[in-house]
């Protein structure tokens, strides 16, 4: 075959099995990293969990994750975990004090800490809940939920609620146009996230001179007794700068907003969500108002909500290793990879090997040489004969030496050469 061809059959060899390559790989890897479509189940598009999902989703796609993220809105929050608790989303977002958490959430994060402001007059004096009794109460709130959950913490006390009168106030309402004219006191259950930050506070500190917010002095009682709650300390002058409020470090209870998934997710996409939600917190912070400080979930048993496996894998530092995580697609790749290999070696053989001469392929030469010897007439030509026919004797001994030549068909090259010879002789003895 000729170098031309060999080379042109090389390349057109190599293409096909370099393509055969990169669509093998891109196969399994596609087959291997196939995108799971879960779904997170949150209230309307107004809100912060929901603003939350849009940012998480994003960060997941950008991250090239192998889950992609479907928001489903509803109306109220309460429907969106009404959707999660009948296994129709995937993740949910609660609230600690929610009296029905579905039996199939694990804990991923703890999103939000929402703080418990009690705040009236300076001149009253509180120190446990229960003396708000005989009062008039606003509670903050969007629907009932902030004022259940108000009552449900007088239950602890004897309280008596035909003495008090509460009700729920829009958000929409000013503060200072209720206090102090038409109530005593207001109790905003307000995240954490956006003390400090959007001047909510001063506004009212101008308008109602000489509010507070008040120390609940009796939090860590509260604390054991009722499930979901927990203690927060309010630092000094962190609602208002000028004036003061509050003026001193106060106590007070506060709820969590958790991410939760569904118990039977896998624990490597669970741990795909861990990564996104610790490794981009600034860009899943929603305005300073929702998600600013995301924490790893309560891992201890006895917690309100048990952490799902994935995320107790991924905070106790636990997490696979790159091969353990992709050992299977490793060796699938390194198994295709041997296969290719052992083609290409073949074919680079085929086309580049010299396949070893044999000693057989030399015989025509002598025979043609003995025609030679025979019409032979004159001294000179027996002479150039001899030489060639010396020549392929040593060509053939130092081929066998140095491996180029195979003794296949020796004993028919030793025949010939002999024949040679003895024409050889007998042509010189014809002409003396």
């Not at 995301?294 to 290793?321: F, N, Q, R, W």
């Not at 025979?367 to 025979?374: D, E, G, K």
């Not at 001994?397 to 010879?421: I, K, P």
């Amino acid at each position: 075959m000729r170098n031309r061809t060999r080379i042109l059959l090389l390349g057109l060899a190599t293409a096909a099995l370099t393509a055969a390559a990169v669509v093998g790989v891109t196969v399994l890897s596609d087959w291997y990293r196939q995108q799971t479509v879960i779904t997170i189940a949150v209230g309307p598009e107004h809100s912060p969990e929901y603003r939350f999902a849009v940012r998480l989703a994003g960060v997941l796609q950008q991250s090239h994750a192998t889950i992609r993220l479907k928001i489903e809105t509803q109306e109220t929050r309460g429907q969106a975990l009404l959707r999660f608790a009948r296994h129709e989303a995937d993740l949910a977002i609660v609230r600690s004090d929610d009296t029905k958490i579905p039996v199939n959430a694990r804990a991923l994060a703890i999103l939000e800490h929402e703080a418990v402001l009690l705040i009236g007059a300076k001149r009253t004096r509180l120190t446990t809940l229960a003396e708000i009794q005989g009062k008039k109460v606003v509670v903050v709130g969007r629907d009932s939920r902030n004022e259940a959950f108000l009552r449900r913490l007088l239950e602890q006390y004897k309280f008596d609620f035909k003495t008090t009168d509460i009700r729920t106030l829009s958000p929409d309402v000013p503060l200072e146009t209720v206090l102090p004219a038409s109530a005593d006191l207001a109790v905003l259950i307000y995240p954490l996230s956006r003390l400090g930050s959007g001047g909510d506070f001063e506004g009212l500190a101008k308008h109602v001179r000489g509010f507070s917010v008040h120390d609940i002095e009796d939090a860590k009682a509260l604390q054991r007794k009722v499930p979901g709650v927990y203690t927060e300390t309010i630092e000094a002058g962190l609602l208002s700068g000028s004036p003061r409020i509050p003026e001193d470090d106060i106590d007070t209870i506060a709820l969590q907003k958790i991410l939760v998934a569904r118990r039977g997710m896998t624990e490597q996409h669970v741990v795909e969500l861990m990564r996104a939600l610790f490794e981009n917190g600034r860009q899943l912070a929603v305005d300073n108002s929702f998600a600013t400080r995301i924490e790893p979930p309560d891992t201890e048993k006895g917690a309100l909500i048990a952490a799902h496996d994935g995320a107790t894998e991924y905070v106790a530092s636990e997490v696979k290793t790159f091969f353990d995580r992709y050992s299977d697609l490793i060796y699938i790749g390194m198994s295709v990879a041997s296969v290719l290999g052992s083609m290409a070696v073949a074919l680079y053989s085929t086309v580049f090997r010299r396949r070893p001469h044999q000693a057989s392929e030399r015989v025509g030469e002598l025979m043609r040489l003995r025609q030679r010897i025979r019409a032979a007439t004159r001294p000179d030509e027996m002479d150039a004969a001899e030489a060639e026919l010396e020549t392929v004797l040593d060509e053939i001994l130092l081929g066998l030496s140095d491996g180029t030549l195979e003794s296949h068909g020796l004993d028919a090259f030793r025949l010939a050469y002999d024949h040679a010879r003895e024409d050889l002789i007998t042509a010189r003895g014809r002409l003396v």
